[in-house]
Nanobody, 123 residues
Framework: QVQLVESGGGLAQAGESLRLTCTAT????????MGWFRQAPGKEREFVAVINYSFSVNYADSVKERFTIYRDNDKNMVYLQMNRLKPEDTAIYFCAMNLYALGRPDQKEYYYWGQGTQVTVSS
């Protein structure tokens, strides 16, 4: 059974940075695309970023040039560096493992999910 555990959330002021970390127990971690999603209060969960097995990445337009996703396959970890945070970035952030090596923003492709970590950005 794969487990994903997020950490690094918290409270930040607009313009500040936070780094989220996701640790996976899967032995096949390096073969899977890993994604970050978020769910703001009263809204549906949405795609944030994905990093493929090949280290290619894709971002939601709302976070491009502010957020960076990267992974360390030796540690089974994926990170989300969030810079220049905005109040609209406030959400619960989820880490997810894709069934495939190349991932798309489609949540249906993500089979394993973490419990989420809260990020709150004040203005």
């Amino acid at each position: 059974q794969v487990q994903l555990v997020e950490s690094g959330g918290g409270l930040a002021q607009a313009g500040e940075s936070l780094r989220l970390t996701c640790t996976a127990t899967a032995s096949t971690f390096s073969r899977h695309a890993m994604g970050w999603f978020r769910q703001a209060p009263g809204k549906e969960r949405e795609f944030v970023a994905v990093i493929n097995y090949s280290f290619s990445v894709n971002y939601a337009d709302s976070v491009k040039e502010r957020f960076t996703i990267y992974r360390d396959n030796d540690k089974n970890m994926v990170y989300l560096q969030m810079n220049r945070l905005k109040p609209e970035d406030t959400a619960i952030y989820f880490c997810a493992m894709n069934l495939y090596a190349l991932g798309r923003p489609d949540q249906k492709e993500y089979y394993y999910w973490g419990q989420g970590t809260q990020v709150t950005v004040s203005s």
